[in-house]
């Protein structure tokens, strides 16, 4: 079945303890990307990967890194969450257009 | 700065009648616009997708126009149905240079479409 996995679905931490969160997809799309959902502002796009290697800041790219080795994975990485950063998280692929998204991953940062 | 607005936070219309989204959008030239529905607590799943070019597309009871002039997308669902409430998105996009997938993409607030019965 072509899908997108994240983990973990839900999280709570603490302020300053690194996390990342987990995405891979099943179809070898190219693009990949991750979004933030906040109630009132709406998906806003943090990073996004046109393939291996290469990879740019969307709109909101600030406390987060990404890294893309493989086609299939696309990590998102807090290194000192702060409780503005807690929100609903998406990730996506496609290629070239078609967003598949995955099933969120519910973070608070305490 | 880029900007899109979904006109109606939320719409609520009765069964049978069309319902009609409003994506516009300012200080952007998008190749490529897309409809996405959301239900609560899921990632969207896309709908449609209509090039600057193409000035209409269809699919089912769904129909999408793209006027680059007025920037400005409707999103029209015929024959609505209670199934098909929940929050519709709106999403622009360019190509990327030397990629054949797309650069940054911007998405509406959404607009939360209630159909009665």
């Known amino acids: 079945e072509a899908q997108v996995t994240q983990n973990p679905r839900y999280l709570i931490t603490v302020t300053g303890k690194k996390l990342t969160v987990t995405c891979s997809q099943n179809?070898?799309?190219?693009?990949m990307s991750w979004y933030r959902q906040d109630p009132g502002l709406g998906l806003r796009q943090i990073y996004y990967?046109?393939?291996?290697?290469?990879?740019d800041k969307g709109d909101v790219p600030e406390g987060y890194k990404v890294s893309r080795k493989e086609k299939r994975n696309f990590p998102l990485i807090l290194e000192s969450p702060s409780p503005n950063q807690t929100s609903l998280y998406f990730c996506?692929?496609?290629?070239?257009?078609?967003?598949?998204f995955g099933p969120g991953t519910r973070l608070t940062v305490t | 700065s880029q900007k899109i607005e979904q006109n109606s936070e939320a719409l609520n219309i009765q069964e049978g009648k069309t319902a009609t989204l409003t994506c516009n959008y300012t200080?952007?030239?998008?190749?490529?616009l897309q409809w996405y529905r959301q239900d609560p607590g899921r990632g969207p799943v896309f709908l449609l997708l209509?090039?600057?070019?193409?000035k209409e597309k269809r699919k089912e009871r769904l129909k999408v126009t793209f006027d680059t002039t007025l920037k400005q997308s409707l999103f029209h669902i015929t024959a609505s149905q209670p199934a098909d409430s929940a929050t519709y998105l709106c999403?622009?996009?360019?190509?990327?240079?030397?990629?054949?997938?797309?650069?940054?993409?911007?998405f509406g607030s959404g607009t939360r479409l209630s159909i009665r019965p």
């Open positions: 996506a692929s496609s290629f070239p257009y078609e967003q598949y």
């Open positions: 179809m070898n799309h190219e693009y």
């Open positions: 990967s046109m393939n291996v290697e290469v990879t």
């Open positions: 200080n952007y030239s998008p190749a490529y």
């Open positions: 209509i090039r600057e070019n193409e």
């Open positions: 999403a622009l996009s360019t190509p990327h240079r030397g990629y054949s997938s797309a650069s940054k993409i911007i």
